[in-house]
Nanobody, 120 residues
Framework: QVQLVESGGGLVQPGGSLRLSCAASGSIFGVNAMGWYRQAPGKQRELVAAITVSGTTNYADSVKGRFTISRDNAKKTVSLQMSSLKPDDTAVYYC??????????????WGQGTQVTVSS
């Protein structure tokens, strides 16, 4: 059984920083793209940042220059370093990964979500 387990959310003041981490575990042949999404109350889930196996990254315009995504392929982990946080960044953040169970089967998996609240 494959699981994505997130950690690192919490309450931070505007301008502060937080680091989110996500680890994949279970019977995994390989991990393709990994990423972070977020969903604020009353809004749709949106992509925050994504990273390929080779390290190519993609960011939402709203977080460019403030957030940095990284991964450790050996440990099957992905992290999101968030800086200069704004109240608009408040949301539940979800880890996502496309995981290969075999050479022919790959599926998208989601973490349980971690709350990030930016408030004074």
């Amino acid at each position: 059984q494959v699981q994505l387990v997130e950690s690192g959310g919490g309450l931070v003041q505007p301008g502060g920083s937080l680091r989110l981490s996500c680890a994949a575990s279970g019977s995994i042949f390989g991990v393709n793209a990994m990423g972070w999404y977020r969903q604020a109350p009353g809004k749709q889930r949106e992509l925050v940042a994504a990273i390929t196996v080779s390290g190519t990254t993609n960011y939402a315009d709203s977080v460019k220059g403030r957030f940095t995504i990284s991964r450790d392929n050996a440990k099957k982990t992905v992290s999101l370093q968030m800086s200069s946080l704004k109240p608009d960044d408040t949301a539940v953040y979800y880890c996502n990964a496309n995981i290969m169970l075999t050479t022919l089967r790959a599926y998208d998996y989601w973490g349980q979500g971690t709350q990030v609240t930016v408030s004074s």
